[in-house]
């Protein structure tokens, strides 16, 4: 997903299909799914699966749906592989109604997801955990449901639907997933709005120069898409005081290092004037949204998780959507919000608000008022519970009665 080169439907089935070629048992079949006893029930038990449960987006994405989900209508079961615990780990598990335990073994496992007899199994993400991934090839509950924790299809003929959002796809959206796309009115996540920082950061507390301009992109330094070098370069070239800040990638430095070596070949003339920082604990991150002039998202591969926290702090965003919706997450939050002046159209107007937003105060002052004004749309929105409630019950009785799905919520 990461390369951009073209819609991965094909490329995704291909790779599926060999796995499966190699290693028939990767599609198992639970006995409940055979039956054609396809009764109705008031209580439809649904399993949430993923390797990243944790202080981790997927946590942060699930959390509230797993929290509030009608407990009229479902049952949640929460399957957990092995992982350290923490705060959110806690949570999610407290607010389960069962947390089963999963080894890492494919087949244990696969017996242990059966015993459940789950009505529908959730996987928030698909193609981040080996083990997640090959659990999906199987059919371990009627209805098999991914979204966009990793924002790409599966190509897994056993996946039957790829949840999103009318916000963040496009006409022909569609084709682009091996499963049936669902598209639900509001941005997908029931989120918890993070408070701001207590401390008030400068940027001396980054180690960051006096007198500069900075252009912070905070994701992981392997989303850096080549295509991307030719703006951060004339970005730096047009304004001589700014300063692109990124954060380095912690105990492995290959990717920092590939990175620097690839930006001194793209625009050597002002690859000095690119800065990293360490990582640093949440509470600091927030902090840096803060003092940054100018917040940019990489085209190809938007910020989900990132982009909420930052607009929790008020901070813009410059963004361009591409044809996928793993380059479409941002502008989703805005259109969300009401908003589309930090919007871009192209390569040129992207530079222009990123200068403007970093160089005219009253322009970036009225970009932050309106954030701060409409950013409640993005938090704690029931309306995705209940959207997501309703696509699930309608899945399972398009089930029960042998019917296509037809789209819900639009």
Same mark, same amino acid.
């Given at each position: ?100 335990? !999963?080894?890492?073994? &494919?087949? #244990? +496992?696969? =017996? ?6 789950? /009505? ?111 703006? !951060?370069?004339?970005? &730096?070239? #047009? +304004?001589? =005081? ?6 380095? /990638? ?118 932050? +008022? ?41």
């Amino acid at each position: 997903a990461y390369h951009d080169q073209k819609n991965n439907r094909g490329l995704m089935e291909d790779i599926a299909k060999l796995h499966i070629a190699a290693c028939p048992k990767l599609t198992y079949e639970a006995k409940h799914c055979r039956t054609k006893q396809r009764g109705g029930k008031d209580v439809l038990r649904i399993g949430f699966l993923s390797s990243y449960f944790q202080s981790h987006t997927i946590g942060k994405f699930t959390r509230g749906i797993i929290q509030y989900l009608s407990r009229d209508h479902f049952e949640v079961i929460l399957f957990r592989p092995t992982g350290k615990p923490d705060s959110i780990s806690s949570a999610i598990d407290q607010s389960a109604d069962k947390v089963v335990r !999963l080894c890492g073994q &494919l087949e #244990r +496992d696969q =017996k242990r997801i059966e015993d459940e007899t789950l /009505d529908i199994l959730f996987y928030p993400d698909i193609g981040m955990s080996p083990l997640t991934y090959f659990l999906a090839f199987s059919r371990l509950a009627p209805v098999q449901v991914t979204t966009w924790g990793h924002p790409d299809t599966t190509g897994i003929p056993n996946m039957d639907y790829f949840l999103s959002s009318k916000l963040s796809e496009i006409a022909t959206s569609a084709e682009h997933y091996s499963e049936q796309l669902i598209t639900l009115k509001y941005w997908a996540p029931y989120y918890f709005r993070p408070d701001p920082p207590k401390n008030k950061y400068t940027p001396s507390d980054y180690g960051l120069p006096h007198g500069a301009r900075f252009y912070v992109c905070p994701q992981t330094l392997f989303k850096f898409h080549p295509a991307f070098d030719d703006i !951060l370069g004339e970005l &730096l070239r #047009r +304004d001589p =005081k700014g300063r692109l800040v990124l954060i380095d /990638d912690g105990k492995n430095r290959n990717s920092r290092k590939l990175l620097v070596e690839r930006f001194f070949r793209s625009f050597p003339d002002v690859a000095d004037n690119v800065i990293f920082v360490p990582r640093m604990p949440h509470q600091k991150l927030l902090g840096l949204f803060m003092v940054a002039d100018a917040l940019l998202d990489i085209p190809t591969f938007s910020g989900g998780n990132t982009s909420l926290e930052a607009f929790a702090m008020g901070a813009p965003i410059v963004t361009w959507p591409q044809d996928f919706v793993r380059g479409r997450l941002t502008a989703g939050l805005y259109k969300q919000m009401g908003l589309s002046n930090l919007i871009a159209t192209d390569a040129n107007s992207y530079l222009r608000l990123a200068l403007e937003l970093a160089q005219d105060t009253d322009f970036k002052h009225r970009m932050q +008022d309106d954030i701060k004004t409409n950013a409640y749309k993005l938090y704690e929105r029931f309306e995705v519970i209940e959207e997501m409630e309703t696509f699930f019950i309608a899945a399972y009785q398009a089930w029960q009665t042998g019917t296509a799905l037809t789209n819900p919520t639009i």
